[in-house]
Each structure stands twice: as C-alpha cells, then as structure tokens.
C-alpha cells in the first residue's frame, strides 16, 4: 500500500461517490506556525518583566513539551484524525487562538510569588499550576502540526 506525502493531494471519496480534496491547508498551518512563535516570544519576554528572567525560559521547554504531548496523542488517535482532518485542524486552531490569550490571563490570576517558594509549599502548587495553564496552548497548536507529518 502506498503512503502519500504530508503535502501530496491525495482524494478520497465522499459517503455519496463524490471526490473530496483532502491536501492539508498550508497557507493557514504557516500563519499559526508564526503566531505561535510570536506568542512564545511575547512571552518569554513577558514573564522575564513580570517574573523574575529565571522562568522566562521555561516557555521554551513548554513548546518543547506540547509537541511531545501531541506527538504522542497522534500516535495513538491518527487513524481517528486523518479522516477528519481539516475539522480538526479548524478546531484547534481556534482552539490555540483562544487558550494562548485566556491561559495567560488566568496565570496572572495565580498568587504565585517566587519569594515564597521556600518556605510556603503551596507555592510550588501554583508554580505547577502555572507551567501546566502555559503548555495548554502548546498543546493544542502543536496537535495539528504533528498530524500533518
């Protein structure tokens, strides 16, 4: 059985006999690829102002982290995803849209103070807290991305 290429047109049939194109829509997977790169760098330099420069690297492992959390979803649910995968390429986007604003603004609700992480534990929650809210949109960017190879 032949594989076709992540870019290649490949067609299927529609339920009712007709050909559908299929091709993954790289004009839009480039400009999300940017924004998420535009938001990884918008916030390391946010969190090196509002936290101390220390955890303004840790968004990069957070990207880090999405594309190794969706790369092993795809792994397990792609015979699920090819079918539809311009549904679930609309829904993701659009999901990464959302999440990458409100994630951030729930993070800044979070009375995380790195002063304290020494002697009150609950601090270490928050912290916790906090990288898991930032890998969210990750997540979902990167969910499309890896189905597409």
């Not at 936290?51 to 990207?63: K, P, V």
Request: hydrophobic content about 50%; glycine content about 6%; proline content about 5%.
């Amino acid at each position: 059985m032949r594989r076709s290429k992540p870019c290649e047109l490949s067609v299927s049939r529609h339920p009712g006999g007709q050909a559908i194109d299929t091709r993954p829509p790289l004009l839009a997977i480039l400009l999300i690829s940017l924004a998420a790169l535009a938001y990884e760098v918008l916030l390391i330099r946010l969190f090196s102002i509002i936290q101390w420069h220390h955890f303004a690297y840790m968004i990069i492992s957070l990207a880090l982290l999405g594309y190794g959390a969706s790369g092993t979803y795809l792994t397990f649910v792609r015979s699920r995803w090819v079918p539809g995968f311009l549904r679930y390429f609309v829904i993701n986007a659009s999901l990464f849209g959302l999440s990458a604003i409100l994630c951030f603004l729930m993070v800044q609700r979070l009375p995380f103070n790195t002063l304290e992480m020494f002697w009150d534990p609950v601090q270490w929650f928050f912290l916790l807290l906090s990288y898991l809210l930032k890998a969210f949109p990750c997540r979902t960017m990167c969910g499309w991305k890896s189905s597409i190879i």
